[in-house]
Each structure stands twice: as structure tokens, then as C-alpha cells.
């Protein structure tokens, strides 16, 4: 049996015992997560796709640690400019193992797995500003003074004598 989930903007094939590296969850160590975001599950002969999600169908993980991952260097350049930029990033990552695939969220209900599960939702990095704080930081234009035609009425005058 596997499933196709969808966490921090991709998609991983995945079967019960899987390790793989995810986007960052706000989870402990230990931790079991629901992954909810199921887009297909395959159970030998049977198919089930979901359009896009499988309504009941959930992955239950466990978080096995949380880490950055390796450096990735950006370099910019502008040939004969004297222009150089070098920055890094390091990208945070949830290693989890996949404890099973659940078709039915009914088969989750009835006790199947223990009470300590619950849903994560993947930290989000960035945070929006409230309305009032954008509409104070933006600096309003002034008035343009309307254009003036004395030049053009002098200019008639000087021609004319």
C-alpha cells in the first residue's frame, strides 16, 4: 500500500515505514502528526484518487527530528560593474516517518492509534503585517501644483514687438 501527500508545497510518494525530509512542522521530537492532504491511495488493486484531496483518507507520521538543512550559496554578478552579491540559505527541515495510511478516517477514529495524535500545521516563516500597520508605512504622494502658460503668453509678446 502507498499514498501521495502533499505538505510544504510538494508531493511524496510514500508507503508505511518511509523516512523522508519535509518542510518544517512546529512539532516536537516524537511527536505523531496527520497529514491530511491525501491525493491518492493505492491498496493493491484498488485506486482511490482524490479531487484534489482524499475527503477521509489520512497519513500518520512521526517526527524524528528537526534540523537545517546544507548551505545553498547564491552568488550574483554584473561582469566589468564591480558588482558582487554572495548570501546563503539554509532551509529548515521535519525528518518524519510515515506510520501508516489510513483510507478511512472512521479506522483512525475507533482506536486503532493512540490518544496522542494531532494535526500540525507546517510553520509558517513569514508573518503579515495587520492592515492598519501597512496603511500607516505607506507615504502618501503629494498634490502636483497645476502647470502654469505665462512662459507661452511672454513668449507671444516678445515675438509680436
Known amino acids: 500500500m502507498y499514498a501521495v501527500i502533499k505538505t ?8 508505511e515505514g518511509d523516512v523522508l525530509s519535509v518542510e518544517r512542522f512546529e512539532a516536537e521530537k516524537g511527536q505523531t502528526i496527520n497529514l491530511d492532504k491525501v491525493l491518492l491511495i493505492e491498496d493493491g488493486n484498488n485506486i482511490q484518487v482524490g479531487r484534489p484531496y482524499l475527503d477521509r483518507a489520512v497519513v500518520k507520521a512521526e517526527i524524528l527530528e528537526n534540523y537545517k538543512d546544507e548551505k545553498v550559496i547564491v552568488f ?3 561582469r ?3 558588482y558582487r552579491r554572495t548570501k546563503g540559505h539554509r532551509q529548515l527541515l521535519t525528518k518524519i516517518k510515515i506510520t501508516g495510511i489510513y483510507p478511512e478516517a472512521a479506522a483512525v477514529e475507533e482506536g486503532k492509534l493512540s490518544a496522542e495524535t494531532e494535526t500540525v500545521a507546517p510553520k509558517r516563516t513569514r508573518k503579515k503585517e495587520s492592515s492598519e500597520a501597512q496603511e500607516k508605512s505607506v507615504p502618501k504622494k503629494k498634490a502636483r501644483a497645476p502647470r502654469t502658460t505665462e512662459k507661452k503668453a511672454t513668449m507671444k509678446t516678445a515675438k509680436e514687438d
Open 76 to 78: 550574483k554578478k554584473k
Open 8 to 15: 510544504g508545497g510538494k508531493q511524496y510518494r510514500v508507503k
Open 80 to 82: 566589468r560593474k564591480g
